[in-house]
């Protein structure tokens, strides 16, 4: 295995990282309708707990308004209570066979709240990335001790490993800061 494998492979786990953040932080609440809201909810439907959008569909109404259109009448109160016990701050109103769920504004207290917990999992993501990074350099360690390299390759490994490692921060500090104006804007 040569240095370029090791950063290609862990590379894919890099952006993986990412992935997993932007789906962490698509769920926190903003202050407008996003069907990302409920993409956590689990009902309890048939016995089993299931997500919300494998029992009915979930779309926009406008920007404060969430529906839910059930498939089976007999599961529209589960996920009204499934919505409401989610402690996402949301009141669900049954209607038919379809939930309305409406999006009440942030408070300035709640959306700093929501600021930090996008830092949080924005931190979590960087540390993450980091452990990646670990990762690769003692691939290209062994590599070296394995003399499959020699020092210059392995020195030109880690600069690529660290200049890897800044870029997907970098792209963690600019998602943290888009999420953050999106919370912050009233």
Request: aromatic share 4%; charged share 35%; proline share 3%.
């Amino acid at each position: 295995m040569s240095v370029r494998e090791v950063i290609q492979k862990n590379e894919a786990k890099l952006k993986k990282s990412i992935e997993a953040f932007q789906h962490e932080i698509a769920s926190i609440r903003t202050g407008k309708a996003t069907t990302a809201l409920l993409d956590r909810v689990k009902v309890e439907a048939y016995g089993q707990l299931m997500p919300l959008k494998q029992v009915g569909n979930i779309g926009v109404a406008d920007v404060h308004t969430l529906m839910v259109q059930v498939w089976d009448k007999g599961m529209v109160g589960p996920a009204e209570k499934a919505i409401r016990d989610a402690n996402l701050g949301l009141n669900p109103v049954a209607e038919g066979q379809s939930i309305r769920v409406s999006i009440p504004p942030l408070t300035e207290e709640r959306r700093k709240e929501f600021v930090k917990l996008t830092r949080k999992f924005g931190e979590d993501s960087k540390v993450s990335l980091r452990n990646l990074r670990r990762d690769m350099i003692q691939e290209i360690e062994k590599l070296e001790k394995e003399k499959t390299i020699g020092e210059d390759e392995k020195n030109r490994g880690k600069k690529d490993a660290d200049e890897l490692l800044h870029k997907y921060e970098k792209q963690i500090n600019e998602l943290i800061s888009h999420k953050e104006k999106e919370i912050m804007e009233v």
